[in-house]
């Protein structure tokens, strides 16, 4: 069966510090993946998507950035951070069709201070 | 632009009565609609989805009601139970590998 795993669960780091947050999916190939982030009121906001290796798609134009080195590995960086990048950060993966949609990772709730 | 709305911010339900949660969009190319539910601290989980060629899917004590003409959806559950208390988030499909449009989500709370 298809997994996929998130890390860290909580992370709180100084504004102007990097970051770095990985998902991995296991139990499928060439998995559409994606990056949201929930904000106080603003809902599920997209941030990155990738259809394959080396593929990033941006939604909002902000100081972060996602990488796809392997095919089942989605990272989300930035090199400094800003208070405004607090908020809880779900990776989600789907199989490009109908059906359920996405599966989403349990989340990283990012505090910047 | 907001292109899939949840007017509602919360909703505060009965334990055993029904809960309506609402749903609209503006793009009439949508072509498939899913419902998500989260606990806090948690990813969102799959709930029920719905074709636009459909106008009612059932799926136990859930049900999704399309109205195409109106861009309208709605997610009915009878009977409540406290533990449908969650946000619970509308989602919108255009075609194929397009990413999902969700709209701001809707805290239902179940009083016992």
């Known amino acids: 069966s298809q997994t996929i795993h998130q890390w860290p669960a909580t992370l709180v780091q100084p504004v102007g510090s990097p970051l770095s947050l990985e998902c991995t999916v296991e139990?499928?190939?060439?998995?559409?993946l994606y990056w949201y982030r929930q904000a106080a009121g603003r809902g599920l906001q997209l941030l990155f998507y990738?259809?394959?290796?080396?593929?990033i798609s941006s939604e909002v134009p902000q100081n972060l950035s996602a990488s796809r080195p392997q095919d089942r590995q989605f990272i989300l960086s930035s090199k400094k951070l800003l208070l405004s990048d607090s908020g809880f950060y779900l990776c989600?993966?789907?199989?490009?069709?109908?059906?359920?949609?996405?599966?989403f990772g349990s989340g990283t709730r990012l505090t910047v201070v | 632009d907001q292109q899939v709305k949840q007017n509602s911010p919360s909703l505060s339900v009965q334990e055993g009565r029904i809960s309506i949660l609402n749903c609209d969009y503006t793009?009439?190319?949508?072509?498939?609609f899913l419902w998500y539910k989260k606990y806090p601290a948690e990813g969102p989980t799959f709930l029920i989805s719905?074709?636009?060629?459909?106008d009612k899917n059932e799926d136990g004590r859930f049900t999704v009601f399309l109205n195409k003409s109106a861009k309208h959806l709605s997610l009915h559950i009878v009977p409540s139970q406290p533990g449908d208390s969650a946000v619970y988030f509308c989602a919108a499909r255009l075609t194929g590998n397009t990413p999902l449009v969700f709209g701001k989500g809707t805290r239902l709370s179940v009083i016992a």
């Open positions: 719905i074709s636009s060629i459909k």
């Open positions: 990738s259809v394959g290796i080396g593929q």
């Open positions: 793009n009439s190319m949508f072509d498939y």
């Open positions: 139990g499928t190939s060439n998995p559409n």
């Open positions: 989600a993966w789907s199989g490009g069709g109908v059906g359920y949609g996405y599966t």
